[in-house]
């Protein structure tokens, strides 16, 4: 194992979040906030630079990642970014409890939007703005950023880019992963300043389309306010908001793939046709199902649409009230907080690619029974799926479905409620954020048990398997 080049890079991965803080910093300057805030900031900046220039002091001359290194980074990174950032909370009390802090800043990195707090209120607008930022580093991936800008020519560092990315399946879509980080990234910021702007056109002042279009591009949910999107009362912004999450939880690589002009392969994705075809099918269910609720035709539409939008793409936003809403709704928002968005996107979930593929499987075996002689492939786009790529999604649905059981009887020891214990489970390992059958938030569990729930929002959001295998003993020796 190459552990100077493991900590050599995590160190420049420091230094990057030295950078990210200059944001807050540049806030509270500007909100002439309290001299605490300023300085608590500063002091975590000062404390990330002096680990990250003693961790790159020397470079090593053995700069060979394997895929062992690779896992070890990405979740180094994740663990460490996540604390280091929950300290500017801690050392203005404005979350004096470090546990408290590290979840919240956790669930920002991951875009899980799960939050601890009884109210935003409590936050500086810097503090506010960071804890709205680290959703938007973390919607695409903290080491897809900093590949992006890292000196780093010799593209070895596949391992930590597959590692991080969400869903099955990724590949570079240039020939230098470099430049494959980079695109990503443009075309995520671009959309961002876009949805930004329009938001500020709509009526939001500058700040607040700043931290809004920062919870829906990284599809994190976290509002700036304690009545969340409601808070607005304007329906042109909800709207803007719902087909935003939508197209933040499409694959990025598709993105790119208009911008080349091809169309027709676009709008031909498999997985992206289940996509669309679960909104729509979701929201004609459900509006059928709550329309009586409402008293306008326009605005059942907009509150179904929300919060179809806000579940499918782990937002996790809230604007309608749904404890109103029948049983049968309700379900259906459980599964699609299940499965999520397209995989490459921002969003959490178990992934649309993986459902399908796993239907296709069924399939498959289906006719496998009725035709035991015949020889069955599986395509996706067209393109067979190799068979070792079809164990993998086999092997990944066994321990997802282990660890999310696992986690439910965990939590059953904090809470009588099964849709409690269920639905936060189901959040914190999908990304997805709202506890349902409740009307509290996380802070209704125990210390330990926010400290797990906070490790798992980085496992889910990691895939499960780098974080899993960092706690290893065999992945630390020396074979």
Same mark, same amino acid.
Not at 13 to 20: D, F, S
């Given at each position: 194992m190459n552990k100077r080049m493991i900590s050599y890079l995590l160190a420049k991965?420091? $230094?990057?979040?030295?950078?990210?803080l200059g944001v807050p910093l540049i806030t509270s300057l500007i909100y002439r906030e309290n001299l605490k805030i300023t300085l608590s900031i500063l002091l975590t900046m000062t404390l990330l630079t002096l680990l990250g220039l003693i961790g790159t002091h020397l470079k090593p001359q053995n700069q060979k990642l394997y895929t062992k290194e690779g896992l070890i980074i990405v979740s180094l990174c994740w663990l460490l970014w996540s604390f280091f950032g929950?300290?500017?909370?801690?050392?203005?009390?404005?979350?004096?409890?470090?546990?408290?802090?590290?979840f919240?800043?956790?669930?920002?990195?991951t875009t899980t939007g799960a939050t601890i707090l009884p109210s935003t209120n409590v936050l500086s607008h810097s503090l506010l703005l960071w804890r709205s930022f680290t959703q938007l580093i973390g919607g695409m991936g903290m080491l897809v950023f900093a590949l992006a800008i890292l000196d780093n020519y010799q593209n070895n560092n596949l391992e930590v880019m597959q590692a991080e990315m969400a869903g099955p399946i990724f590949g570079k879509i240039v020939a230098k992963l470099k430049n494959t980080a980079q695109i990503l990234y443009l075309i995520y910021f671009i959309l961002f300043i876009?949805? #930004?702007?329009?938001?500020?056109?709509? /009526? +939001?002042?500058?700040?607040?389309?700043?931290?809004?279009?920062?919870?829906?591009?990284?599809? /994190?949910?976290?509002a700036g306010y304690e009545?969340?999107?409601?808070?607005?009362n304007n329906p042109v912004v909800t709207n803007?908001?719902?087909?935003?999450?939508?197209?933040?939880?499409?694959?990025?690589?598709?993105?790119?793939? +208009?911008?080349?002009?091809?169309?027709?392969?676009?709008?031909?994705?498999?997985? $992206?046709?289940?996509?669309?075809?679960?909104?729509?099918?979701?929201?004609?269910?459900?509006? +059928?199902?709550?329309k009586h609720l409402y008293p306008t035709l326009p605005e059942s539409i907009e509150k179904v649409f929300f919060q179809v939008a806000a579940t499918i793409s782990s937002t996790g936003f809230s604007h309608p009230d749904i404890s109103p809403w029948p049983l049968f709704s309700q379900t259906i928002l459980i599964g699609l907080m299940f499965c999520g968005g397209m995989a490459g996107s921002t969003a959490g979930g178990f992934k649309l690619m993986r459902i399908l593929i796993l239907l296709?499987?069924?399939?498959?075996?289906?006719?496998? #029974?009725?035709? =035991?002689?015949?020889?069955?492939? $599986?395509?996706?786009?067209?393109? =067979?799926?190799?068979?070792? #790529?079809?164990?993998?999604?086999l092997r990944y649905s066994i321990i997802y479905f282990m660890m999310l059981a696992g986690l439910i009887l965990i939590l059953s020891l904090d809470t009588n409620d099964f849709l409690v214990a269920f639905s936060a489970a189901l959040s914190t390992l999908n990304n997805i954020g709202p506890i349902l059958g409740t009307s509290q938030n996380f802070n209704l569990f125990s210390p330990i048990t926010k400290v797990l729930l906070s490790i798992m929002m980085i496992a889910g959001r990691l895939e499960i398997y780098p974080l899993l295998l960092f706690f290893l003993p065999r992945t630390w020796s020396k074979i």
């Open positions: 991965l420091l $230094l990057i979040e030295v950078a990210l929950a300290l500017p909370f801690v050392f203005s009390g404005q979350i004096p409890n470090l546990i408290d802090a590290f919240e800043i956790t669930a920002g990195f876009i949805l #930004t702007i329009i938001l500020w056109i709509a /009526g +939001l002042s500058f700040y607040d389309s700043l931290i809004t279009a920062m919870a829906t591009a990284g599809t /994190g949910g976290f009545n969340n999107i409601a808070y607005h803007i908001i719902s087909v935003s999450m939508i197209l933040f939880g499409i694959n990025f690589n598709l993105y790119y793939l +208009l911008l080349l002009g091809k169309i027709r392969t676009f709008f031909k994705n498999e997985e $992206l046709k289940l996509y669309f075809f679960i909104i729509i099918s979701s929201s004609l269910a459900i509006w +059928l199902n709550v296709k499987l069924v399939k498959n075996q289906m006719l496998a #029974t009725l035709y =035991p002689n015949r020889v069955l492939t $599986l395509h996706i786009n067209q393109t =067979p799926l190799d068979r070792q #790529t079809q164990d993998s999604i």
